[in-house]
């Protein structure tokens, strides 16, 4: 009998964080048949020898909702060897929608790029699965998306009947798959809502088993503060908490992240479930409006930014907001003013350098820390490099060059843990019956090569990468497989047969 797929004299990293082995790996009908030693002939065989073939990894912090309708050959992601991305973090996600209304600016649209004629998150795996996406997504349902959608951008507490409404929203989405709801308790208008309003609404998630995500309401001065907030929201909405992109912003906070961890670590010794993920970067990147308050510009802040997306100063791209304003001649609030009042002003895509190297290894070295890129899908301008090269950053620079933590454990932390935490079932380890996403890397060579100035980028040493059983991604060659499905929360995958 004549197989799909076999994958021969590989270094095996199975995922689970134990040293790799030699061995075969054969592929057939999307599953993973065997590991070890290959018993069958395939239709495609492949001589891994010299390379380490571990699970496809797993980007837990994604922005690409709408990047999956948008640009579904997800080359960004799948040239790093990701194959399932979570989306809808940060309180912004496709759904809830209205067909045929813009969510744009007001509900973080322009984050989530959401855009089709879905309103649930059914509909929306059916928009996506029709354009034959290249790799999985499981989705976050979010509090700015759902509150924008029952509430507007007021800045008000929810009535009781708005409470009920964005409470059906939210459980309506874990219910068709989601993994759990985000906050963005940064951005507008999650940053209105008070303590007890995301208890409630993380409740629905708790109350399913499923996660409550949380881009924090503060990552600098009161980092602290919003640690303790996170976990009391845990507790009381009895739900696994998972801290996105762990940082502490700002020189004046730097080297908090350990505090941080401590809080952390004493509520996991006290039984609460709670886990985090970082980007490897110097640099944060989001909407710039939503950093600054025209009447008080923050000077040292817009210090620290280069632009990378800006409809209306196209040639403000790639540049830092402090040279623009020396070549204007003009204070540099002024600079920040002008681009936030231009029209489209409001879609500018700002990186910001706010966090601190050392952090970033002692983030690293935390037991079980993720990965997540926290790419920003827009891919004109120059995005935030993190889009392109996250992944194989970590195995090249923190793996290898700096040894930070140890290659299995990385690809650990890329894998099975983020699989388990997130519900992927039967994926992110190397195993017989499991689902077949791999990617086939050189540990030795393997590294980013999206810069600042230079992001899109493919990463070098990642020669394939395997998507439920189809080869998607070969020797630099993009397969168009189109073998990407729509997971769902601990359960199959939408419209798979069971
Ligand atoms: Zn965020
Ligand atoms: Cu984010």
Redesign the pocket.
Same mark, same amino acid.
């Given at each position: 009998m004549t197989i799909d797929l076999i994958i021969r004299n590989a270094r095996i990293l199975d995922g689970t964080g134990k040293p790799a082995f030699e061995g075969d790996v054969e592929v057939d009908a999307g599953r993973i048949r065997t590991v070890g030693a290959a018993q069958g002939a395939a239709r495609d065989e492949i001589d891994a020898k010299g390379l380490h073939l571990s699970p496809g990894f797993i980007d837990v912090h994604s922005h690409d909702d709408g990047a999956f309708i948008r640009y579904p050959d997800m080359h960004f992601k799948l040239a790093q060897g990701v194959t399932t991305c979570v989306c809808g973090?940060?309180g912004f996600s496709a759904i809830p929608a209205t067909p045929g209304e813009d969510p744009g600016p007001a509900s973080g649209g322009i984050i989530s790029g959401a855009q089709g004629e879905f309103a649930d998150l059914e509909g929306y795996f059916d928009t996506a699965l029709a354009k034959k996406p290249a790799i999985n997504a499981i989705m976050l349902v979010g509090h700015n998306t759902v509150r924008a959608q029952v509430m507007g951008m007021d800045n008000r507490a929810p009535t009781a009947a708005d409470r009920a409404a964005m409470r059906a929203k939210v459980a309506l989405a874990i219910e068709q798959g989601a993994c759990g709801f985000s906050t !963005?308790l940064i951005y507008r208008p999650g940053r209105w809502s008070e303590t007890d309003e995301v208890i409630e609404l993380a409740r629905e998630a708790g109350s399913r088993g499923a996660l409550y995500t949380t =881009?924090m309401r503060n990552e600098g001065d009161r980092l602290l503060e919003a640690v303790e907030e996170t976990l009391t929201i845990a507790r009381e909405a009895g739900v696994h908490a998972h801290i996105? =992109?762990h940082k502490a912003a700002g020189k004046a906070n730097w080297g908090k992240v350990r505090q941080s961890l401590d809080l952390v670590d004493r509520a996991k010794a006290g039984g609460q479930k709670v886990t985090l993920d970082i980007y490897p970067y110097t640099a944060g990147s !989001?909407r710039m409006v939503e950093y600054f308050r025209l009447d008080a510009i923050d000077r040292t802040f817009a210090e620290v930014i280069r632009i990378a997306n800006c409809p209306a100063f196209r040639e403000f791209e790639g540049r830092m907001l402090i040279d623009i304003a020396k070549e204007r001649g003009e204070d540099i609030a002024d600079t920040v003013r002008l681009i936030l009042t231009a029209p489209k002003g409001d879609r500018t895509i700002c990186i910001h350098f706010i966090i601190d190297e050392a952090d970033i290894e002692e983030n690293l070295r935390y037991p079980g820390m993720m990965v997540g890129s926290?790419g920003i899908p827009t891919l004109n301008g120059k995005p935030h490099p993190r889009l392109f090269g996250t992944f194989p950053r970590v195995l090249g620079e923190y793996v290898r060059k700096r040894g930070v933590l140890t290659l299995e454990d990385a690809v650990a932390r890329m894998t099975s843990v983020s699989a388990d935490t997130f519900g992927l079932k039967e994926r992110g380890q190397v195993r017989p019956g499991w689902h077949a996403d791999l990617v086939l890397f050189d540990p030795g060579t393997i590294i980013d090569t999206a810069t600042y100035d230079d992001p899109k980028q493919t990463p070098a040493g990642v020669s394939l990468v395997v998507v439920n059983g189809r080869i998607a991604w070969r020797d630099g060659v993009h397969a168009n497989a189109g073998s990407g499905q729509m997971l769902r929360y601990r359960r199959d995958a939408y419209g798979a047969q069971a």
């Open positions: 973090n940060c !963005g =881009h996105s =992109h !989001g926290d």
